[in-house]
Nanobody, 124 residues
Framework: QVQLVESGGGLVQAGDSLRLSCAAS????????VGWFRQAPGKEREFVAS????????DYAHAVKGRFTVSRDDAKSTAYLQMNRLEQEDTAIYFC?????????????????WGQGTQVTVTS
């Protein structure tokens, strides 16, 4: 019932910043939890960040904590992932996803709705 579309990826140098957006359409209320995941070639999909339904709780993977910030603007039905001080290890396809229950979650199997992904490539 919900369609998610990521945007904002690109090719950047190490140390640069990117802001990913996740725009939702369809039935988006009540607000779900939103998660960001990434997958590099030959690697398993991994959790990046999550934000709960009212933006009072966030969760981050150790690899990105202190560099990435997840946020949401429910009036615009959009979630964001601000990525600062990007590293080569951050290169991956980034996906946003949404649950229906509203709590932060690291398990990708608990997310019902998924975007198509946006490529982030970080060069040295």
């Amino acid at each position: 019932q919900v369609q998610l579309v990521e945007s904002g990826g690109g090719l950047v140098q190490a140390g640069d910043s990117l802001r990913l957006s996740c725009a939702a359409s369809g039935q988006t209320t009540p607000g779900p939890a939103v998660g960001w995941f990434r997958q590099a070639p030959g690697k398993e999909r991994e959790f990046v960040a999550s934000i709960n339904w009212n933006a009072r709780i966030t969760d981050y993977a150790h690899a990105v904590k202190g560099r990435f910030t997840v946020s949401r603007d429910d009036a615009k039905s959009t979630a964001y992932l601000q990525m600062n001080r990007l590293e080569q290890e951050d290169t991956a396809i980034y996906f946003c996803a949404a649950t229906q229950y509203g709590t932060v979650d690291r398990d990708s199997d608990h997310y019902i709705y998924w975007g198509q992904g946006t490529q982030v490539t970080v060069t040295s």
